[in-house]
């Protein structure tokens, strides 16, 4: 009986030593600090390695200060409607962090204890409210077409609201659903559009065709006209010269006989170009 209660009292203290071996050192990983309490008071905070403790009397508590993403996407995405009235669903993230500096990680474990609290009391319902209030500055159209503006001006807005313990990295949208009727009355209306511009286009078209054509028939009037002038220049240059010199047609006319006598001739008949003195 005495060497089972001996036995158990020393298996007790060798529990009770290897807990307050373990119990008292802790280590903390790059990208995370640690608030170190007594008894639930705050006495530090620690930053990454190997750290010792007071077993039972020091606790810790690690707070995470990577950056963090939440997403609002699937069932949980946030609503919101557009300045023209169109109700809408936005896939969104907000990408935060825990500042690392000791008296940040102080006042973010005394306001909120961890990350779950802190987007639940602040990042959460700031985010719904920047989400509706820029989202319904934009018409639907507008919304889709400015992205990028609309991404910005709620970064913004967060950023202006949302101070303290953390830093806002990035607030990305990067979806956006309109209902079912919206989309197909911005479906149809692009397919008017399209039809709308292919009319114009092959206006345009037939205009720029009869446009060559009047080119065309205007160079081919002032081509007729400028060779009836040539024309009509060289004839009256040619009645000119004959007017002032009557042997020029003799003289075209024997430059153009080949000599070849004609084998018939009319009775009485001079021979051509052959002028013989009288006898």
């Known amino acids: 009986m005495n060497k089972t209660l001996a036995g158990l009292r020393l298996g007790a203290i060798i529990l009770a030593g ?3 071996f373990f ?4 280590t903390v990983d790059a990208g995370e600090r640690a608030v170190v309490l007594n008894f639930g008071s705050i006495t530090g905070v620690a930053g990454p390695g190997l750290h010792f403790k007071i077993p039972i009397v020091q606790s810790v508590v690690k707070i995470n200060t990577r950056v963090i993403p ?3 996407n699937g069932n949980y995405v946030m609503e919101a409607y557009s300045k023209d009235q169109q109700p809408a669903k936005l896939s969104v993230t907000v990408s935060y962090r825990v500042l690392p500096d000791d008296a940040s990680i102080k006042s973010f474990y ?4 961890d990350r779950n609290g802190f987007e639940q009391a ?3 319902p700031r ?3 920047s989400i509706k209030t820029i989202f319904g500055q934009f018409n639907a159209v507008t919304a889709i077409q400015d992205r990028a503006r609309l991404n910005k001006e709620v970064e913004d807005e967060l950023h202006a609201k949302i101070l303290g313990p953390v830093a806002i990295e990035g607030v990305q949208i990067w979806n956006i659903d309109f209902s079912d009727a919206y989309e197909n009355s911005v479906e149809q209306r692009m397919l008017a559009q399209v039809e709308v511009e292919k009319v114009r286009q092959n206006k345009d078209r037939e205009q720029l065709q009869a446009d060559i054509k ?3 028939a205007t160079a081919d009037a002032q081509s ?3 060779r009836g002038e040539a024309e009509a220049s060289a004839i009256a240059a040619r009645g000119k010269a004959l007017g002032d010199n009557p042997h020029l047609v003799a003289l075209v006319a024997t430059e153009k006989w080949n000599g070849v006598l004609p084998t018939t001739q009319v009775p009485g008949a001079a021979v051509p170009f052959l002028s013989l003195p009288k006898q």
Not at 23 to 26: A, D, V
Not at 110 to 113: E, V
């Open 18 to 20: 290897l807990i307050v």
């Open 23 to 26: 119990g008292s050192f802790y």
């Open 70 to 72: 939440l997403n609002w």
């Open 110 to 113: 005394t306001g909120f204890r």
């Open 122 to 124: 602040v990042i959460t």
């Open 127 to 129: 985010a719904n409210q």
């Open 214 to 216: 009047v080119i065309q």
């Open 224 to 226: 007729v006209k400028l």
